[in-house]
């Protein structure tokens, strides 16, 4: 298995500009979650879903983030418009039952200019 | 403050010595679990234990949680250079579904 796999791995974009960042989890599993790393706050959860259905999204920041599945084996986080606040290292991850082990893709380093 | 917190922040000890790392949290929880971080990648799943086990064993990991201290550690044995990365804790909490709170994490370095 290729495990949970992000695009792209690095972005540097400018402030304003649209982001997407793509993420495919693991085949089978049913639940995919998407954090956010930064030295300032640490690991964060930004939203999840289960069945492609979003569960919790109270950690998305503000409404300029948004995030889509609208698939088993697609997710999507967009940022519209970036700030330079967002800078950060975003990890998808996916599980294949509640509250079990979670398995980390990459991560996509983001940088807004 | 968050529901994981390691302690220390960072060790740094020499190879072969053993590392203990600790967390603490604040609410009931299902379950515990650790990851660990190389520089640059993403987390990796170690171990996970129960709210109803005291100790467990992967290796030379050894993980025990105490609820009633609403504790746990990480003892890594016969440590090697390859170890070094950061190792974060994640509670799931009893009310949280699926959802993992991810302490900030200890940076380990082992000294060859």
């Known amino acids: 298995d290729a495990g949970v796999i992000q695009s792209p791995r690095h972005e540097v974009t400018e402030m304003g500009q649209e982001v997407t960042l793509r993420c495919k989890p693991i085949?089978?599993?049913?639940?995919l979650f998407w954090y956010r790393q930064t030295m300032m706050r640490g690991l964060e959860l930004l939203i999840y879903f289960n069945n492609n259905v979003p569960i919790d999204d109270s950690g998305m920041p503000e409404d300029r983030f948004s995030a889509k599945m609208p698939n088993a084996s697609f997710s999507t986080l967009k940022i519209q418009p970036s700030e330079p606040r967002d800078s950060a290292v975003y990890f998808c991850a996916s599980t294949h039952g509640l509250q079990e082990t979670q398995y980390f893709g990459p991560g996509t380093r983001l940088l807004v200019l | 403050s968050q529901q994981g917190e390691e302690d220390p922040q960072a060790l740094s000890i020499q190879e072969g010595e053993n590392a203990t790392m600790n967390c603490s949290y604040k609410t009931s929880i299902n379950n515990l679990q650790w990851y660990r971080q190389n520089s640059g990648r993403g987390l990796v799943h170690l171990i996970l234990i129960r709210s109803n086990e005291r100790e467990k064993h992967s290796g030379r990991l050894r993980v025990t949680l105490d609820t009633s201290k609403k504790s746990s550690s990480l003892l890594i044995t016969a440590s090697r250079a390859a170890d070094t990365a950061s190792y974060f804790c994640a509670t799931d909490g009893e009310t949280s579904g699926s959802r993992l709170t991810f302490g900030e994490g200890t940076q380990l370095t082992v000294n060859p």
């Open positions: 085949s089978g599993h049913n639940s």
